[in-house]
């Protein structure tokens, strides 16, 4: 990798940036984006060489490799044309959160085998570049969406990229991934950012929620700092898979609060007592992956 | 402090102990539990003198304080007891999660005076005498709930220990204590175990979740590992105002989805910008008040 290109100057982006600067000696980082605020935050924390903006595609020409980290709905907008303009040798890959409407997208490509599906499984409740760090991708979860359709030079480089990065690399199909990534990931920061916006409502003293954020509000509500820009259109994109994980989830609740009402604490305690066997699933999760 | 007693050798009273041996040169720690393994734990881990089974109270009757650390309905079933058989020195103090049942129930107790109803903003996801930490207390917030019918002497006495511990203070009224815990701990509590049993449902192979729980399921679910024989009770204590919390969660949830069935991007992401603002009233917490 000589050169390489970032879409998205954010906290994945970045962190990407500053682990290709780690891993190749002397590449060159060209990252492009919308906000002239966060260029300029990117070249000042010295992890590009230089900085355009989305406008300027035709900059990635030349590039190994480019890596989009913008919201699943600009990934969809930008991948066909970033495409179009790349050299043969180039390979593009995505770091979005869904990822059934991003192979749809680009389906019909003619330039499809240049490109690599990926959803790595890493992040902060921190967003913009000064929330990359280097070592967000080591030890971390990469799936690999559709990965019989790259090119093979082009998947081989991906996967020397990413193993250089110490990732764990998964293979999935795009339906499942969404599917899973509803039930496991959408449905926490749904389930957080309603949580917050409750407790907003029933505490309008904040001098409250803070003297008692200790007692568990603080954990549970961490997700609801994400950013809504990249969150807002995943949940769009991903509607029926988080529809259902959500329906469901509103039934555990209100199931329990019908249990409540009837005072059955006997039953309440049994059904904790069977969802504290979470405790061995998480038990497996090495520390490291337990950024958010 | 010459001598105390400890009623519930798990994570609150273990971590009280440990605190009152640092605090107090050559305090003498008896500790009560109904488990026998908790007792050997407690005493192996040397921060009680001596162990005894619940029925023993009458150990307790020298003591200069007693703590009692057991689920809300045992406090309100021991309570009385206790001070029956106490000095007329002893102060007695609880750390139970609410407080307007526990103040009920001692109400027209003749030693009603030797009594201070107590919440510590305290505690992490496990439980039991290994869970318990020096440093638990330390800059936490202790809640004093009828500060003013707790004799004079008495309440000195606590507020020493409680400052030697380095908490802050707060005063509250048991209603609106019950009101405040139900809407920022409770409910947080009912949300990560209801997120928990949810996701299992709808994830039957734990390897996914395994996988994909560094994408913010992790801490979501944290508090769905708590103890069901501390948080069963205080739920249905606190039945009222937990129920009220979780229709209002519930009714907020309910709202995201249709939103999202209609596709109402902007307004979706408008309101997660608006909850954003949980992220000015977290970042005021200190550090070290967020255990859990």
Known sequence: MRKVGVIGLGLIGGSFAISMR??????????????????????????????YDVKELNMLKTCDMVFLAVPVTVICELIGKVLDIVDDHT???????????ICRVVKDHPKRAQFLACHPIAGTE???????????????????????????????NALAVFEG???????????????????????????SFMLGKTVMQLEPDEKNIFD?????FESTVRLAKSSPEMWAPIFV?????????????????????????????AFIRAE???INSIKSILNRIPTNNKSQ
Chains 1, 2 share one sequence.
């Open 212 to 216: 008692m954020a200790g007692s568990g």
């Open 272 to 274: 904790m007592k069977d």
């Open 126 to 156: 921190f967003s913009g570049p000064k929330a990359a760090i280097k070592e967000l991708f080591a030890q971390k979860i990469q799936i690999l969406c559709e990965f019989d359709k790259t090119r093979a030079d082009l998947a081989h």
């Open 165 to 191: 990065m110490q990732m764990e690399i998964r293979y999935m199909d795009p339906v499942m991934h969404d599917k899973h990534l509803a039930y496991v990931s959408h449905l926490s920061h749904i389930s």
């Open 22 to 51: 780690e891993q190749y000696e002397g590449v060159e980082l060209i990252g492009l984006d919308v906000s002239e605020s966060h260029r300029n935050q990117a070249l000042d924390l010295g992890w590009i060489d230089a900085a």
């Open 237 to 265: 994109q991903n509607k029926e898979n988080v529809i259902d994980s959500l329906e469901r989830y509103i039934d555990n609740l209100q199931q329990f609060k019908e249990n409540l009402i009837e005072e059955n604490e």
């Open 91 to 101: 390979l593009v890959v995505d770091a979005g959160s869904t990822k059934q409407e």
